[in-house]
């Protein structure tokens, strides 16, 4: 088992940054690869970015991509989302997810384990 959680959220005003932070606890970190989702009221959880074991993989969805970028440290076991420009549209809540997979997964099939998520809310 792999616990995740998330902190990091709050409410900022469009073209604001927010980091997300998520602990893991449990298994080898370096095990996992790490995404990012988000869910906005009434709408499908959604990919934002994954991140392989070492680091040096990323992946981003279109719609965050030159805006967030995700990291994380094996040391500290923590994944990070270091949000910037943040529109409207981003408002949701955001989960972590760690996958047992090979590669890099872009769908919520692809993960194994989830936090319980922080909502972030970006005025207009």
Same mark, same amino acid.
């Given at each position: ?34 995404g990012?989702?988000?869910q @906005? ?6 990919? /934002? ?5 070492? #680091?040096? +993989? %990323?992946?981003?969805?279109d !719609?965050v ?34 996958s @047992?997979?090979?590669g890099?997964?872009?769908? /919520? ?5 989830? #936090?319980? +998520? %922080?909502?972030?809310?970006? !005025?207009?």
């Amino acid at each position: 088992q792999v616990q995740l959680v998330e902190s990091g959220g709050g409410l900022v005003q469009a073209g604001g940054s927010l980091r997300l932070s998520c602990a893991a606890s449990g298994r080898t970190f370096r095990n996992y690869a790490m995404g990012w989702f988000r869910q @906005a009221p009434g709408k499908e959880r959604e990919f /934002v970015a994954t991140i392989n074991w070492s #680091g040096a +993989g %990323t992946y981003y969805a279109d !719609s965050v991509k030159g805006r967030f970028t995700i990291s994380r440290d094996n040391v500290k076991n923590t994944v990070y989302l270091q949000m910037n420009s943040l529109k409207p549209e981003d408002t949701a809540i955001y989960y972590c997810a760690a996958s @047992a997979r090979a590669g890099l997964a872009a769908t /919520v099939e692809g993960y194994d384990y989830w #936090g319980q +998520g %922080t909502q972030v809310t970006v !005025s207009s």
